[in-house]
Structures are given as C-alpha cells and as structure tokens.
C-alpha cells in the first residue's frame, strides 16, 4: 500500500517514498514512523529514502534491495568470520610444498580429518563457496555504498536552517529555555561561541545551524570505495600474467634460468650464520640459531639467443643485490625472495678412469660432471657413449630406474661401452660414481658379465668436486600490489576520518521568547553534549553537559 | 648492574604499583559509603590517588621496555613474553587516553587488574631476551607488532568497559528468566577469570616449590609407507601429573600430598605438540580455579557477580556503553592499520607473498570481521546496552585466542611467538 502513502509534508515539500524525516522542515512523517512520539529520532542518513525504497520492485530491484541491508551485510560478515574459523581447524592444503592430502588428513587426525578433507574444507579459502561470500560481501559493499550516499549528499547540501520544532525537540541533545532580551544578540553571541569552536554557522532570523565536520560522513563511504579496489585488486591476480610464483634453486656459482621469463639469476655466494654461544642466552646454547641466510645475487637479462638451446643465451648483467630474509631482489616488478638453502654437499664432477681388468691396463681418466656430462668420451681403445643419466637414482613401484629429484644425490650413469674387441652395437655399462650408491644398488651385479672385465672408478678424491651450497628463492611477480596498497589506503583513511571525527550539527529557533536547542551526531554523544554545554557556558549559562540528554543516549 | 637486570627492576616495580593501583580503585568505590567523607569526595581523592599510582606503574613500566630495548639490542616484542608484556603496556596506554577523555575513573578499577593478570601471565613463559631469527630481523618488527598491539589493548578497555556494563546492569535480586540467563552467563565470565587466575598462581606456586616430573614416551608413527616406527620422547612436567603422557614411562615423578603416581593416561586421539602437558595443566588450572572460586564464594556467601553489582551503583551505565564503544571505535583504525595492513606489507617483504591464510593471519582477519561486524550493529536500534556489551566482552576473547590459543592450539608461520 506504500504508493498510497501520503508523503507531503505540512511545510509543503513533497518527499520522495521512504522518507522518514521530511528533507525541507525535519517534521517526522507520522506515517513512517515506527516508534513512538517521544523516543529520540532514527537519524540515520538524515532520515532520507534510500534508493531501494521504491513502490514497485521488480527483480534488479529485488536484488538490489537484498544487498542494499546493512542487515544482509552483518549476516555476510558473520558468515565469512565463521567460515574462515572452520578453515583454521586443520592445517590448509596450501600449507604443505609435497604431501597427498587425499590420505593426509585421515591418517593425522583420523575420521574427523577425512570428512574435513571430503568436504573440501582443507582448502576452505580457495573453494567456490568462500570466494562467493568474498564476491556477495563486495557487492554489498558497492550498493550499500551507492543506495545510501546519493541521496545523503543531496540531503546534506541543501540543509534547512529552520527546522521543525518536533525535530529539534526529539534529538538525543536537547536544550530549553526562556530568553530575556534580544534574540537576535542572543543568537549573534552563542554563534560567537560556535565558531571559536570552529563550527560553520548559519542563521535565519531566529534560527541557527551550527555544523563541522561534515566530511567525516563520507568516511564509511571511502573506507568502502578503498575495500571494493581491494578486493578487485585480489580478483586481479588470479589473471593469467598478473602474478607468477616461481621456485628456483641455484647452486653457489652457477646460473639459473627463471622460469617463464627471459631472466637468469647467478649465485655468487651463499652464506648462513649462526648465532655463536656467547650471543646466546643461558636456556639456547649449544643450539643452532641461524642469524642470516644471505645470497649474493646478480640478476641478468638475455638478450640474444634467448630461445636455442644449442647455443649459449648472451646475458647482460641488470641488478646486482645480497638477499636476505627481509631485502628481496627487486627489478622491474621481479622480486626474488630468500626461501630456503641446502648445504648438504653434493657431488659435482669426477675424474673417473676405466679399467680393463683383464689386461690390467686403464683408460682416462675423464672428467664426469654430473649435471653437464658430456656425451662421448673417447678413452684410446674404447669409448663411453652416454645413454642415461639419473640425479637421483631409485627404483620405482614397477621395478624400473628413475629419478627422485634434479638434484645429484645419488647419481648414475648408463654408457654404451664401445670398443674393437666388442660387438659393434656396444656393451651398456652403469656408473654410480658414489661408492654407497654402488653398492646399495649393487652396481656389479646390474652389468653382470662386462662389469667382471670392466671397471670405471675413481682412482682418488683428486679431481672430485662438490658444488657448494644451494640457495633457494622464491621469484614473484605480483602487478596487482599497487592497486592492493592503494586500496588499503584509500580504506584506512576513510575509517581514519569516520572515527576519529563525528558530524556534529546544533539546531536552535527561538519563538516568542522559548529556545529550543536540538543537536545530532553521527557517533559520540558526550562530545556532543560537551561541545553545546561549553558554548552555553561561553555565554554565561552553566550547564551540566549530562543534563542535555535527552534520553535514549545510543551513541 | 647490567641494563637488563634493571629493566627487570622496572618492571617488578611496575607490577606492584599496579597492584596497589588496582587495591586503591577498589578503596575508592568499595570505601565510600563508610568513610568519614561524603561518598563523591572519597570517590574523586582516591579516585585520583588511584590513577597516579597507575600511572606511576606504567612509567615504570615504559623503564622497563625502554632498558629492555636497549640491552637486548631490539625491540622486546619478539616472543610472547615480551609481546604479553607490551600489549599489557598498551592496555595502560589506551587507558589513559580513554580516561583524558571520559574521565571516569572507575574504568581503572577494571582495566588495572586485567593488565595485572596479563602482565603474570606474559611472566609464565621464559623471560630471556633471545638473539632475532632472520625472519623477525626487519624493522617492520617495531611497526607491526606496537601497533596490532595498540588496536588490541583499546579492544581490551572496550571489553573492560563492557563487562563493568553488565556488572552494573545485570540485576543479581531478579529472578526471571531473561535475568537468570544473564546471571549465569556474567558469573561464568568471573569464573573463567578466576581460572585463569589460578592457572597461573598454580604455575608459580609449583614453580616456588620447583616441582618436577618426567616422563619417557613412545610414538608409534607409520609413515606415508606404511612403515611402522617407533620413536621415544622424554616429556617433562612441572606440575604433579593428574594425566601422563599416553603410552610413557615414568622417570621421576616427586611426590605432591602424597600423590606418587600419575592418575590418569591422556587419550590416544591427543596428539598435538605437548597434548599431554596441556592437558595437564587445563586440568590443573580448573581444578584450582574452582577451589579459589569456591572459597570466594563461601567467603562473600553470595554469587561473585551479586558481590560486585552493588559496588558500581552510581556509575552512569549509558557511560560505560558509550566507553565501551568509544574504545572499540578508537581501536578498530589501529588494529586494522596494525594487524592487517602493516602486517601484508611485512609478509609481502619477508615471506614474498602479502597474505597467505596462515592461521595467525585469518585469526586476525577474523577479528576484523568480528568488530566490524560489532561497528555496523551499533548502528541500527536494539543493538545497544547489553548485546553490545556481550559482544565487546566475546569480542576479547577473540582477541586473547588470535593472539595465545593460534600459538597454543594451531600451527603456523607465527610459531616464533609460542611458548
């Protein structure tokens, strides 16, 4: 029945549906009105209809005015808090660089952990549904935003001074009194006292408006224009070539490719430190308490032969810095993170000779680098054609060789022995240059009747080289953060100056001689009550700030 | 002397004038209806008496923190000791202020005991200034953790504010429903403030007598393999041990009253770090919480909350809302600077990436949405009075877990800040 309703107000101003305090006069409409006659009044935007006020919805409306409820927006709030509870419960997938969570969860916490993990919580934060509570609580944000602020700035820039005595005398402070003598000095004289409080003030006669810090309104507004960059920044990064994450590991003094890109990062040197015994406090010594891991980086770009991997790329050096945990590499965008290090040493060339055990002669020695061998090695008689290689040699469930990582930990080598003496097609030959490997994966056995005449061994630690330690970075690049920081910005300083400032506005019109004194603030009624009892104090009427509430004091 | 022995000084110094602040806010509303005086001048002379020594204990305090700072070679919030130790200085600091604000000191009578208890409880963990790890060498270190701790502390007073509401207003003579629910949910705040209490009287008292027992434990783990292993684990006590570890040894166990051996084993589906000790000590901790309560309550012969609700009449309750909210409003910027922003600008530096869902990081992303949920209710009617200050109260509790129980319960990236 709304369109029926009569929103003319007694001044004469036509109102649109939904208002509750009339724009012009402030005279509450009855007819909107759900409280009684002498409770303080809902000031909230000014009283104004919001634009999901309308008489006939349709859909968009609907929806719109689904999301337009601060309501809708609490429930929403509540929701995602009690959600990312949930997600806290066990450790999130994310957490974990290697594991298979299908039977993670179930073997560490048991039937709990398996519904955990079969309802998809174990990665709550990146499920549809989250993600859908973080795109329901942004569209709240935007028309919750739009449906109140229009019309609050409509109302807001075309204050009446003279407002309706019942709006004044039903705001949460209030003042009355008989005024002896003039008016107009009496006005002039606490409008003094307003504006040492920087107040802007206005009159009409025998009616004041007092009224500062209005731009603190426009607070929740901004922090919610700051939150909605934010969290389009977020969606941002899940665009292809926004954001990359990459691991590289390079060992000290070599030179890596980052993936992806036309970039190579050199290891010169990589250190960690320890706090010694006499840093230490009394219940840590003796323990290993790192004080710096540190990679001294230099960053280059290819510039020609960047895409044959038959020729050697040409790098020009672009950024020389020391990582440490704390001081990423930064170049253009590119930030190279210190993540991890291993300085377990690992094999990285040897010199191996073969033996001819029958004749007693040996051949070589030659030099084997373990990530860079070369292909064929001619040895006199004989020569070594490289088959296969493995860094890491194990055996896999079916029985077949294979490689657990990229890194040398247990290497292993498959020649094709060739030579006059033997058939044309060649003999193979495994080669685990370690002697553990040798013998855990029983190297003699494997090349069973070659391995009785032939041998390649090392003859002495000379010539075996180990690679220094290996640093680990992360490389990112993330073009979203810009639009992130100013977001978080723009959001700071509109809760800034939604808080930490109130709209604070004084009413007063005298008639035949009877003040009446109404004021409003968005937040902070003792302030309020403070500031008018002050300025009544200014002009000689002394004043307990308490006794002005006028009751119902929610701030 | 050296500069940390000193700083020790400071703050035992700071702990007993908070005490003693905390005696005289009780003096000031407890003794003015038999002092000689009319009830307000009482009121407002020890009132004020009150909030110097309050003062006095946070400059001490201030000692404390600035001579720390300088002996150790950085800032003393990299561990829970520490970061116990500042929040309860923020706390005093945001007191303070809301105090230059609404000067009521009445808030001091809440506030004070509640930094007393978190300024003993920060003293149960070990106390030894520790060289930084890489990852907490930045000066973000400074920024981040003052300021979380500052939006915190400002939480804290709201709460304080909160509770001191419903202390006043719950009426304890009523006997309706709506009034029982509210007596019994105020009385469970003051006994699981008196648990706490006694947790960590119990802690000192066995460390007093320094009690120990300890335990070898085996692990039966099978790894991703199906293979079975088993490791042992020496576990030590130091409170008498109600439950032992599951599946252990004893070692030593001494005797407490007479109590030689371990009573019960903990279950076998407790398996988090230190389960057993935890347990332990939760049990302990109700245990002597509910003596302590008891005997409170035998002393006063009526419920806590009835024993102290005549002691706030006269205190102005739309006040203590407004304070209440005041203080979150206040805090809500800072916390928000503090544990989300600076905080995603750290983890963008030192961990690469500005958020990551670790616990620690949704914890406070929780307590965000809480208050900002808390902001928005205050706007619309019915929200005021006495589900707000339920809200300001629950509202610190989760605060106190984001910042203890993630440590304690959860694991993650923030794990430099346990125990």
Request: net charge neutral; hydrophobic share 45%.
């Amino acid at each position: 029945m709304l369109s029926f309703q009569n929103t003319k107000c007694e001044c004469g101003h036509q109102n649109p549906i939904g208002t509750v305090l009339c724009e012009n006069c402030g005279k509450p409409l009855e007819e909107a009105e759900e409280a009684g006659k002498d409770t303080p009044l809902e000031m909230r935007y000014d009283g104004i209809a919001r634009r999901s006020q309308k008489s006939n919805p349709g859909i968009i409306d609907r929806v719109w005015n689904f999301f337009s409820s601060v309501k809708i927006a609490v429930r929403l709030i509540v929701i995602t808090l009690l959600a990312a509870i949930v997600g806290t419960i066990f450790t999130q997938e994310n957490a974990f660089v290697s594991f298979d969570p299908s039977t993670y969860y179930e073997e560490k916490y048991g039937w709990i952990g398996k519904v955990y993990y079969e309802l998809g919580l174990s990665n709550t934060y990146e499920s549809w549904w989250f993600i859908g509570l973080l795109v329901m609580i942004g569209t709240s944000l935007v028309i919750c935003s739009l449906d109140r602020v229009l019309p609050l700035y409509r109302a807001l820039s075309k204050q009446q001074v003279r407002k309706h005595g019942e709006f004044l005398s039903r705001q949460k402070t209030v003042y009355t009194a008989d005024i002896k003598g003039d008016e107009a000095a009496w006005i002039g004289g606490l409008a003094e006292q307003l504006k040492r409080k920087r107040y802007r003030v206005k009159t009409d006669g025998t009616a004041l408006l007092a009224e500062k810090n209005r731009f603190s309104r426009w607070g929740p507004y901004i922090n919610h224009i700051g939150l909605i960059i934010f969290l389009l920044a977020v969606l941002l990064r899940s665009i292809p070539g926004w954001s990359m994450d990459n691991y590289i590991s390079v060992p000290e003094g070599e030179v890596v490719q980052i993936p992806d890109t036309s970039y190579y990062l050199k290891n010169e040197k990589f250190t960690v430190d320890y706090y010694t015994d006499e840093e230490l406090p009394e219940g840590l010594k003796g323990t290993a308490r790192a004080k710096l891991y540190e990679t001294k980086a230099v960053l280059y770009e290819c510039t020609a032969n960047c895409d044959d991997p038959s020729v050697q790329p040409e790098l020009e050096e672009v950024k020389r810095h020391n990582i440490i945990v704390n001081d990423p590499l930064s170049y253009k965008g590119l930030k190279a993170y210190q993540f991890g290090f291993d300085d377990t040493p690992r094999l990285k060339a040897v010199n191996p000779v073969l033996i001819d055990k029958e004749s007693g002669k040996t051949y070589g020695p030659f030099e084997l680098d373990m990530r860079n061998p070369k292909l064929i090695y001619t040895l006199g008689d004989y020569t070594l054609e490289l088959r296969q290689k493995y860094m890491d040699f194990t055996l896999d469930s079916s029985g077949n060789p294979t490689t657990k990582s990229r890194e040398p930990n247990a290497p292993a080598f498959i020649f094709l022995l060739k030579g006059a003496d033997l058939p044309a097609e060649g003999v193979p030959y495994m080669y685990f240059p370690k002697q553990n490997d040798k013998e855990r994966f029983s190297q003699d056995t494997i090349n069973g009747e070659t391995g009785k005449r032939f041998e390649i061994k090392v003859p002495s630690m000379e010539g075996v080289a180990f690679t220094g330690a290996i640093t680990s970075l992360n490389v990112r690049t993330d073009y979203a953060m810009p639009y992130i920081w100013v977001g978080a910005g723009i959001f700071m300083f509109g809760v800034l100056i939604g808080t930490y400032w109130q709209h604070r506005r004084i009413w007063l019109r005298i008639d035949e001689g009877r003040l009446l004194l109404g004021a409003h603030t968005n937040k902070n009624n003792y302030g309020m009550r403070a500031d008018v009892a002050s300025a009544l104090r200014g002009i000689g009427i002394d004043i307990e700030p308490k006794s002005l509430d006028n009751g119902g004091n929610k701030s | 002397m050296s500069l940390l022995d000193f700083s020790s000084d400071a703050f035992l110094v700071a702990f007993f004038l908070y005490c003693f602040g905390f005696l005289f806010y009780a003096v000031a509303v407890a003794g003015r209806n038999w002092s000689n005086r009319k009830p307000e001048d009482h009121l407002r002379r020890w009132g004020r008496i009150a909030f110097i020594v309050s003062v006095l204990g946070f400059a001490a305090h201030l000692t404390f923190f600035i001579t720390r700072w300088i002996g150790g070679g950085h800032i003393p919030t990299s561990n829970m000791y520490e970061f116990m130790m500042f929040l309860a200085m923020a706390i005093m600091f945001a007191f303070v202020v809301v105090y230059a604000i609404y000067r009521k000191p009445l808030l001091g009578m809440f506030t004070l005991p509640l930094t007393v208890i978190i300024v003993a409880y920060a003293s149960v963990f070990p106390q030894e200034v520790q060289p930084l790890i890489p990852a907490l060498n930045s000066y973000w270190l400074r920024i981040h953790v003052t300021t979380a701790a500052l939006g915190e502390a400002f939480f804290a007073v709201g709460f304080a504010a909160g509770l001191m509401y419903l202390l006043r207003t719950v009426d304890f003579k009523k006997t309706d429903a709506q009034s029982r629910r509210d007596q019994r949910w105020v009385e469970f705040t003051l006994y699981v403030i008196v648990i706490i209490v006694a947790f960590i009287g119990t802690v000192f008292a066995f460390r007093g007598v320094d009690y120990k027992a300890s335990f070898i434990q085996e692990i039966v783990s099978i790894d991703s393999k199906g293979i079975e292993s088993t490791t042992t684990e020496t576990v030590e006590y130091s409170m008498p041990p109600i439950f032992k570890p599951y599946n252990s040894q004893n070692i030593e166990v001494q005797s407490f009253l007479g109590m030689k051996e371990p009573l019960f084993e903990t279950p076998s589906w407790m398996h988090g770090v230190n389960a057993a000790r935890k347990l332990n000590t939760i049990v302990w901790s109700i245990l002597t919480g509910s003596i302590l309560y008891g005997i409170l309550r035998l002393a006063l012969r009526r419920r806590l909350g009835a024993a102290i609700n005549p002691l706030m009449d006269g205190i102005d309750e739309e006040d203590l809302d407004e304070i209440s909210y005041r203080a979150i409003a206040i805090g809500y910027p800072i916390f928000t600077l503090g544990a989300l922003i600076f905080a995603m600008i750290w983890a963008y530096i030192a961990w690469s990436r500005f958020w990551g869902w670790d616990p620690k990081e949704v914890w406070a992303l929780i307590t965000w949405l809480y208050y900002t949920a808390y902001l928005h209710l205050r706007l619309s009617r019915g929200w005021h009075g006495k589900k707000s200050a339920w809200l300001a109260v629950i509202g610190f509790v989760v605060v106190m877990f984001t910042l203890i129980g993630v440590n304690l319960v959860l694991v993650g990236l923030h794990s430099y800040a346990g125990v």
